[in-house]
C-alpha cells in the first residue's frame, strides 16, 4: 500500500467516524427539542456572555453568595479555590471544614446558556482533588472525575476548565476525588444556567443545597467517615435557628432550586401553607401537562429539583425536611427512650452521687430549652429556637418562608403581625359549652 492510497483510507475513517457523531448528536439533539432544555452538538458557537439585569434575573443563594467573573474576550472567567474554612452552622456551633473561596459550601456559580466559561482551579487543601460539574453538558474531559478523566490537582497546582453552556436549569459541583471525604467536608455547591430568552418571569429564584454532616460535640473538624449518624442536616450549610428566612411579597412568583449532595440521605422537603408544582430536574424542564401539585418535594441523592409558586398567602410558613431526624441538630439521635417512666425520687438519690444529674426525656424532648443544661462545648441544642409564641421545637434542615402583604425591602422582615388570620388560642367557655366540648 503506497503513502496516498493510506492517506485516503484514514481520511475516510476519519470521515466516517464523523458522520457517525453528527448522526449520535441528531439523536441527542431531537430528544431535547420537546423542553426548553437542549442538549446535542458539542460544536455550538458560543454566543455573548449574558448580563445580570439584561440577560438574566440573578438566584438568591440564601446564607451564600455568588462566584464573581469577568469577561475576557468574550469568555466568562471565573476562579474558584479549594481551601480549608472555618465554619458556622449556627450560632454556637463551627468547624473546620472544606470549601472554595473562603465559603462552605462553594459559591453559587450562575451563568447563561450559550457562553463560553473558564473556570481556574487552585488548590489550597492537604490532599488532591478535581471539580466535577454534575448534570452539565460538557466536553468528556472536562467531567472532572479524578483519575478518569483528568489527573487530580495537586496541592499547590491550578487547572482549567473550558466550555461552552448547551443547556440551562438547576445543577451543582463538587469534588469528585475523595468524594466521601471531600463531600463530607463540604466540597459542593450550585451552578445555575439561565436560559438565554427568560419566557417565565420569576420574582424570587431561592437555591438550597441540601446537605449532612458529622460533628461530634466537642471537636471542630466534621468527621466524614461516618456511614448514618449525621448530626447537622444542613440548608446551603446552615441548620436552623441559623437558617437564614426566604422572603417574599404577597403575590411574588417564587422559584426554589433544590439540590441534594448528602452523603447517604434523600430529603423530603414540606412547605406549609402551600402547594407547588414540580417544573424542573437536572435532567431537563417538565412538560407543563405533566406537572402536578405536591406539598412536599423529594430531593433524592445527586439530583436537582425545581418548584414554583405564587406567594398569595402572607404568613410565618415553615419550610423543612419531614423526616423527623433531620430536624434535629446535635445529640437527638440514639438516646434511650424514657417517655413515661416515673422520674419521681430518681433524680434526688441520684444527685447525691452525681450533684448536676437530672432525667430527661421522659415526658417527651420539647421542654429541654427550659432545663437550662450545660451544653457540650461547640454544640447546640438538639431542637429549635425562639419563636415569636413559644420555643421552636425544630432546628437542622429548617427554615421560614416569610410573606408579607407590604414589604419595602427583602430584608428579613421580623415575625409576622397578625393581622388576619390570628393565631390558635385558648379554647373559651362559652365556645366549648355551645359545641358540646366536654374536658
Ligand atoms: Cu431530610
Not at 273 to 286: E, L
Amino acid at each position: 500500500m503506497d503513502i496516498k492510497r493510506r492517506h485516503v483510507l484514514l481520511g475516510s475513517a476519519a470521515l466516517a467516524g464523523g458522520a457517525a457523531l453528527t448522526s449520535a448528536q441528531n439523536v441527542q439533539a431531537k430528544s431535547n427539542r420537546n423542553n426548553s432544555y437542549s442538549g446535542g452538538s458539542l460544536n455550538v458557537k458560543a454566543l455573548p456572555p449574558g448580563l445580570p439585569g439584561k440577560d438574566y434575573t440573578p438566584v438568591i443563594t440564601p446564607g451564600g453568595i455568588a462566584l464573581p467573573w469577568k469577561i475576557i474576550d468574550g469568555v466568562k472567567v471565573f476562579h474558584m479555590i479549594a481551601e480549608p474554612v472555618q465554619h458556622e452552622f449556627a450560632p454556637g456551633v463551627q468547624a473546620e471544614c472544606w470549601g472554595y473561596n473562603g465559603r462552605v459550601h462553594g459559591p453559587t456559580i450562575e451563568a447563561v446558556e450559550g457562553e463560553r466559561i473558564r473556570i481556574y482551579v487552585t488548590n489550597r487543601l492537604p490532599e488532591a482533588t478535581t471539580v466535577h460539574w454534575h448534570g452539565l453538558f460538557v466536553p468528556n474531559g472536562m467531567d472532572g472525575v479524578g483519575g478518569l478523566t483528568q489527573r487530580a490537582i495537586r496541592p499547590g497546582e491550578t487547572y482549567k476548565y473550558e466550555w461552552t453552556l448547551r443547556q440551562n436549569g438547576t445543577f451543582m459541583y463538587h469534588s469528585h476525588h475523595d468524594e466521601m471525604t471531600q463531600m463530607g467536608m463540604g466540597m459542593m455547591g450550585m451552578f445555575i444556567i439561565h436560559p438565554r430568552h427568560q419566557h417565565n418571569k420569576i420574582d424570587r429564584d431561592f437555591v438550597i443545597m441540601l446537605s449532612e454532616w458529622k460533628l461530634e460535640p466537642g471537636t471542630s473538624r466534621p468527621d466524614p467517615n461516618v456511614m448514618s449518624d449525621f448530626n447537622l442536616l444542613t440548608m446551603n450549610a446552615k441548620c436552623f435557628p441559623g437558617t437564614p428566612a426566604l422572603v417574599a411579597k404577597q403575590g411574588d412568583k417564587v422559584r426554589l432550586r433544590f439540590g441534594n449532595l448528602s452523603a447517604m440521605d434523600h430529603h423530603p422537603i414540606h412547605l406549609h401553607g402551600y402547594y407547588f408544582k414540580q417544573v424542573a430536574t437536572d435532567g431537563g424542564a417538565i412538560p407543563i401537562s405533566a406537572q402536578y401539585p405536591e406539598t412536599t418535594v423529594l430531593v433524592p441523592v445527586g439530583s436537582t429539583r425545581d418548584v414554583e409558586f405564587v406567594a398569595d398567602a402572607p404568613g410565618d410558613w415553615a419550610m423543612h425536611c419531614h423526616m423527623t431526624h433531620h430536624v434535629m441538630n446535635q445529640m437527638g439521635h440514639g438516646l434511650p427512650n424514657m417517655i413515661g417512666m416515673n422520674a419521681e425520687g430518681i433524680d434526688e438519690k441520684i444527685q447525691s452521687i452525681l450533684p448536676d444529674y437530672m432525667t430527661m426525656g421522659h415526658t417527651g424532648m420539647g421542654g429541654m430549652e427550659d432545663m437550662n443544661m450545660v451544653m457540650p462545648k461547640n454544640s447546640i441544642p438538639m431542637v429549635g429556637g425562639h419563636g415569636p409564641f413559644d420555643y421552636i421545637t425544630m432546628g437542622g434542615m429548617f427554615t421560614i418562608l416569610k410573606v408579607r402583604e407590604q414589604l419595602d425591602s427583602y430584608e428579613d422582615p421580623g415575625w409576622y403581625n397578625y393581622k388576619t388570620g390570628k393565631p390558635a388560642t385558648f379554647a373559651s367557655q362559652e365556645d366549648m359549652l355551645r359545641d358540646g366540648i366536654k374536658i
